[in-house]
């Protein structure tokens, strides 16, 4: 069963840096409705993409610097990276069939 990976500025590196897989990044705050209506959906791609894309969340109020670092504005935000570095980046609450769609293009 996929999980969903928290990443804070401890191990956002090593999880998605120097990850082998594409990384989708959701950034996002407990107070953001946006973001509790996305979550359903990047809990299921968790699932779905398991072993072929690893999926993260990044609380923007536990992790500001992360937050600066990678200039998110508006959340939810989320970032596809690959081979450490951004391929994609959406902000605002996305369809499945839309995410999905994205992730196809960078699993091998």
Not at 59 to 88: C, H, M, Q, Y
């Amino acid at each position: 069963m996929g999980k969903v990976t928290e990443l804070n500025e401890a191990n956002f590196e090593k999880e998605v840096l120097q990850s082998d897989i594409p990384v989708l990044v959701d950034f996002w705050a407990i107070w953001c409705a946006p973001c509790r209506m996305i979550a359903p959906t990047i809990d299921a791609l968790a699932e779905e993409f398991e072993g072929k894309v690893k999926v993260c969340k990044v609380n923007v109020d536990e992790n500001p610097n992360l937050a600066v670092r990678f200039s998110i504005r508006a959340i939810p935000t989320l970032l596809l990276f690959k081979e450490g570095k951004v391929v994609e980046q959406l902000v605002g609450v996305q369809p499945k069939e839309i995410l999905i769609s994205i992730l196809n293009r960078y699993v091998s």
